[in-house]
């Protein structure tokens, strides 16, 4: 997960109101092993069908990985020793699905906490015989706890629920609590690639990662391989346009 194209600003971030009252947190101090108990995602009422649940639950005994538990050697668990990216909020799977299909030399954990996404990233493992990807039905938070610090080549928080309201919006994935997690998480080297069509959340996201010492990045020009999925499809229809930012932990 290389950085691709060149870092230009895309938000003018003095027109953009927020109300940073968590991006603000300071990051001195924060004992990133133990999480404040947030809530970063949205509860959903549809559930499967009683046999594809089923199913899932099979599946899940052989591709999932459990939300939580010991410490995980990744070499064991895809059998070889590969770049592995963690991927936050999968939501339909499709462009953790396209992306493993495309990048055979890489190994992909697939997080979400909702069935549906989960048992499409399933069913592509299932006919596609992807070996390269793993699935954690669960909260991504939780399951860093499972990662060796240092061991991850790249993490994709792309289109996190935008908890657009003032007061919920502690309730977003990026704040500085979470990206100190996840960067500890990240090899030097390594990449967090973040994604949102919501302005104040590009913006939350920018101030967040500039606060974090260990990464250098910023916003970049929507990198072609990164597959459109509904989400993003849905708010080009709707008007927004999506942010993209990379940055590189670099110690
Ligand atoms: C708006 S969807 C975007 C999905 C996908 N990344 C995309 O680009 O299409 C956000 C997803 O993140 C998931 N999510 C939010 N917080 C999460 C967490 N803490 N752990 C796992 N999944 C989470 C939600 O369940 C939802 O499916």
Request: proline letters at 12%; glycine letters at 18%; hydrophobic letters at 30%.
């Given at each position: 997960m290389a950085p691709e194209g060149g870092v230009c600003l895309l938000l003018n971030t003095e027109t953009v109101s927020i109300r940073m009252s968590t991006a603000a947190?300071?990051?001195?101090?924060?004992?990133?092993a133990s999480l404040p108990p947030v809530r970063t995602f949205k509860p959903r009422r549809r559930s499967l069908s009683a046999a594809r649940q089923a199913w899932v639950s099979e599946q899940l005994a052989r591709w999932g990985l459990a939300e939580s538990g010991a410490r995980l050697d990744l070499t064991e668990v895809f059998g070889r020793t590969a770049p592995v990216v963690l991927d936050v909020?999968?939501?339909?799977?499709e462009a953790t699905v396209v992306l493993a299909r495309q990048r055979p030399h890489e190994d992909t954990i697939a997080v979400d906490v909702h069935t549906p996404g989960i048992s499409q990233v399933l069913a592509a493992i299932d006919a596609?015989?992807?070996?390269n990807l793993r699935v954690v039905h669960g909260d991504a938070l939780v399951f860093l706890d499972r990662l060796a610090p240092a061991s991850l080549a790249g993490i994709r928080v792309w289109f996190?629920?935008?908890?657009?309201k003032a007061r919920h919006r502690?309730?977003?994935?990026?704040?500085p609590t979470t990206v100190a997690a996840l960067v500890d998480r990240l090899a030097v080297g390594g990449v967090l690639h973040l994604a949102t069509d919501v302005d104040d959340y590009a913006v939350q996201m920018m101030s967040v990662c500039a606060r974090e010492p260990r990464l250098v990045g910023g916003v970049v020009e929507r990198?072609?391989?990164?597959p459109v999925t509904r989400f993003e499809a849905r708010g080009a229809r709707e008007g927004r346009t999506a942010v993209d930012l990379l940055y590189e932990r670099h110690r």
């Open positions: 947190r300071s990051l001195d101090g924060v004992d990133t909020g999968v939501g339909g799977g596609d015989g992807l070996t996190p629920d935008p908890w657009p502690h309730r977003r994935l990026v704040q990198p072609a391989w990164r």
